[in-house]
């Protein structure tokens, strides 16, 4: 570039061009003191210099940072105007690992999605309802059932809670211990059998048991919905909120066990929308780093990742599941009434 503006006339297209894009860049970050431009006529011949081209650097991501920083302001501005529901949709969708569902290139089966999980998946991130045509009410026939109140009534309906969202617990619950299992640890799920102190009163048991040598984990998943009525408060409040509760929920019912039988109890608090809790990360980290040290795992990032993304692909799934048999009852319950009408 430096070379094709050599011999070029001040007043040139070219030029004109240059000095306007920098006066447009220079009226953006006029509230940033320290982000100095060089002229039109020094562009090239500065940033062509070695030192030139390391500020380069730095300028570009200074203003990848502050765009980005716009962004969100506009968009809280926004979520703001709007109500709860879209500063829940804003914090829900902010979470690590929500974007995993629509970036992952799939590399086996574990990380396959049909036309229907990712079209359902999409509409619950663009705070859409799962189905273009809703149905009025939910075939559950509770107070909370209408579908123009709550579109994704599916999550938390009272006919779901013992078949398709156990379903989609279990789907996560066995990717983790499919995961934990190839990294070399010893697992157990739903251990029928486990040291506790009075095993006539206590029934507690966690999802899985995870065991390295020098090292075990109890973990127990827990999926949260946060659109649900009962959540969007505190989903709109802080981002991070809905899932630490669940976190502490399930450290009180487990730690004191856990730490009877020699090991560390791990929520992996988990949102609908693909969002993970703290200590679900950490604790993949965790697991795949002491997998390394008895040298199972030899490129752990790239394993922590792959990690992330079956889960939350689990997470999808199941979403799909949920909301095809929810919807489903509510067919079948408004064709038996029409036959009945009939």
Request: proline share 4%; with cysteine.
């Amino acid at each position: 570039m430096k070379d094709t503006f050599v011999g070029e006339s001040k007043d040139s297209r070219h030029f004109s061009k240059l000095k306007g894009s920098l006066a447009r860049l220079e009226a953006d970050v006029k509230d940033e003191g320290d982000l100095k431009l060089p002229s039109a006529e020094a562009f090239f011949t500065y940033y062509s210099t070695k030192e030139g081209v390391k500020q380069a650097k730095s300028l570009q991501q200074r203003f990848r940072t502050l765009v980005w920083k716009r962004r969100d302001a506009a968009l809280r501005a926004v979520a703001e105007a709007e109500g709860k529901m879209a500063k829940a949709r804003l914090h829900a969708q902010r979470q690590r690992g929500v974007s995993y569902v629509i970036t992952t290139v799939p590399t086996s089966s574990d990380q396959e999605l049909s036309d229907d999980d990712v079209e359902i998946n999409t509409r619950m991130a663009l705070g859409l309802p799962p189905h273009p045509q809703m149905p009025v009410h939910c075939s559950c026939g509770q107070a909370n059932g209408s579908y123009a109140a709550d579109a994704w009534h599916a999550m938390s309906c009272r006919d779901e809670l013992h078949s398709s969202v156990t379903d989609r617990h279990d789907g996560v619950k066995h990717a983790v211990a499919r995961l934990a299992t190839a990294v070399g640890a010893k697992v157990v799920v739903e251990p029928r059998k486990k040291e506790r102190r009075d095993r006539k009163e206590n029934k507690k048991r966690p999802d899985t048991v995870e065991e390295l040598p020098g090292r075990k984990w109890w973990t127990d998943e827990t999926i949260l919905h946060p659109y649900n009525p009962t959540n969007v408060s505190v989903s709109a409040e802080n981002p991070q909120t809905l899932l630490k509760s669940a976190e502490q929920v399930k450290h009180i019912k487990y730690d004191e066990e856990a730490s009877y039988a020699g090991a560390t109890f791990v929520p992996i608090a988990l949102e609908s929308t693909g969002g993970f809790g703290t200590e679900a990360l950490l604790f993949i980290k965790e697991l795949i780093k002491e997998s390394k040290k008895q040298h199972m795992v030899w490129h752990d990032k790239e394993y922590v990742n792959m990690v992330y993304r079956n889960i939350a692909i689990a997470v999808a799934r199941g979403n799909t599941r949920i909301v095809k048999s929810n919807l489903a009852k509510t067919e079948q319950e408004l064709q038996l009434g029409r036959r009945r009408r009939a």
